[in-house]
């Protein structure tokens, strides 16, 4: 059978009374965006868009200190400028802007919020792997027509919608409405984002894990044990071999894990534990801690539920472990019962 394109999809939706309007033209334009990325992305070298902002005598940061690629500036280019106008937002967020960006009065607003991070894996681009797109909606707070970064602080579980976009060998866009997880797959040709798995689900037990081991010794203990006894295998207290992957694109190694299932870990750890933990809560944790959950996986911050966690600022950072429901269980019982 065909399958059918994310228009439909949404607008079936819609007909349901799942969705409105607003909801459906806000991801109709962030898949769009990210169409445009996608092409901007696959031109490489050839688009001139590899490498560092800014100049080689003065590298440009972002608010969290981080050097920015020139992707990670066009990314959120395009993505602002195609959600600026349409009317169905109050205001945006992102990883590359310091603070919130409320819908300038020019245009008309919605009442949603969209946040994201607009080039997840800057690290991948230089090197042709694998990146992405993550997007997170949260409603507006009644009565705020200017939403700054305070309206944004909500727990993961009021989001209305989360996504994120890989861009692999195929474009892949994958949603969920809060009733299931789907993929969509870009058709080049078409230029249409087409449904390829409705509601997948992340098998329950697996034996691979995706944590950069080169961190260990700045782990905490629970998290040192955890790990020893997944490379102890068979033999060792676990009683099964496992392997391992780590792309460094956290969209590629979620992608992966909603594929085949697996255990996703960035714990706290010596040299972040300042900041709180390596990624950041509102625009990377949360959307995919809402994907894996509705894919019937498992979400945490080593000690509780993520989608749980009140916020308290717009760029916070946030141990992470999700995936499998059973694995992350497992990594969680070592640190809230070391016994
Ligand atoms: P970003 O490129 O948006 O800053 O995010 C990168 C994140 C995440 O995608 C990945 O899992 C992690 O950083 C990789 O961290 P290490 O470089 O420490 O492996
Ligand atoms: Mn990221
Ligand atoms: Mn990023």
Redesign the pocket.
Known sequence: MKPISLTRFLIEEQHAGHINADLRLLIEVVARACKTISTAIGKGALGGVLGEAGTADSIQLNIQG?AQKKLDVLSNEILLEANEWGGHLAGLAS?EMDHAHPIPHAFPKGNYLLLF?P?????NIDVNISVGTIFSVLHCPDEVTEPHDEHFLQPGSAQVCAGYTTYGPSTMLVLTLGRGTHAFTLDREQGSFMLTRRDLRIPEDTQEFAV?VSNQRHWEAPMQRYVADLLAGKTGPRGKDFNMR?V????A?VHRILTRGGVFI?PLDAKCRDKGG??RLMYEANPMAFIVEQAGGGASTGRGRLLDVEPRELHQRIPVFLGSKNEVAVAVRYHTDPA
């Open positions: 981080e990883e991070d080039l997840d894996g800057s690290s950069n780590w460094a694109s956290m969209v190694d960035y390596r990624l």
